[in-house]
């Protein structure tokens, strides 16, 4: 994603971003200031870095693990088990690495305001797709298997997600973007918007980390893998990379490094 490019005068205003490697505007007030980097900026920049890297090997590592270890994905085969890989692939992808990045486009994109909201809105709307098409396969293994649909807690869990995801991304959009609200409105629902927005972050956390223990579960149960077996090990970590990226994640959305700056100013 690219990164802010700003001028002094731009990150004086508000909306300065880690991603300019330099202090927050708050923290450039002192003498020191025209030294530039100050440690919570550079701790900023590297949080914001680490969260890319992490997002970058969750997403290889569930494509490289449905590919490796489960046989590869399909849309239509009479393996439908390969059917079924492409339901954690794009959920990963979807729903926890791009929901990620789109939650911190007002951080890490540069340019007018406007533009920002695009960026999020657009990355959320990708989000959404794949989220909604990762999920028809699940539900296309179970038909074509002919097992039930809907009756364990990760599939509620993901439904709760997903509704609750897509009815976030249409009041957003009209009231943020098109036709778009009052500014009261606007004012109003902010805070709402974005606690909603972590508040289904968190839901699609759950549901990834419930689907990856299910999965693993059924091929224990099933003897397919062992307990202490690589894959067994391999999705363990898998999981727990996403434990890692959750709060890294919201921490930084919080915009935590730009209120210690003001408490420091104090
Ligand atoms: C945000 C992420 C996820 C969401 C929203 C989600 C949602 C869903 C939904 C709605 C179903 C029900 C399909 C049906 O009943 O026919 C389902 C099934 C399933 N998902 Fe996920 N899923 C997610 C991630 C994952 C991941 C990462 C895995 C790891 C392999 C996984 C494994 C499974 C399994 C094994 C099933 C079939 C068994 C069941 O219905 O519980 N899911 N998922
Ligand atoms: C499911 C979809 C969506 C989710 C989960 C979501 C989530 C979030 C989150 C977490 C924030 C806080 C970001 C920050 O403070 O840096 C935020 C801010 C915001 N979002 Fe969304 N959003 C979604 C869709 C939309 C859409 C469609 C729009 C339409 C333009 C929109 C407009 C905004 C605006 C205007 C802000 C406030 C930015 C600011 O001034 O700080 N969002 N959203």
Known sequence: MASSRSTPQHRLSSSWSPSDGLAPPSLMRGGHKQRGRRPAASAAALHMGFIHLLCCAAA??????????????????????????????????????????????????????????????????????????????????HNEKGIDNLYSLHSWLGMLTIVAFAVQWLVGFIVFWYPGGASYTRARMQPWHVFLGLFIYGLALTSAETGLLEKLTFLQSAKLISRFGTEAMFVNALGLSLVVIGPLVIWATLDHEVRVAQLIDK
Not at 62 to 89: E, M, Q, T
């Open 60 to 141: 290889l590592g569930v494509l490289y693990w449905c590919v490796s270890f489960r046989g590869g994905l399909a849309w239509n085969a009479s393996n439908k088990d390969l059917i079924f890989n492409v339901h954690p692939v794009l959920m990963v992808a979807g729903f926890i690495v791009i929901y990620s990045e789109a939650n911190l486009a007002y951080k890490m994109v540069g340019g007018t305001k406007s533009y920002k909201k695009l960026v999020h809105l657009v990355l959320q709307g990708a989000a959404l797709v794949l989220g909604c098409i990762g999920v028809i396969a699940a539900f296309k293994f």
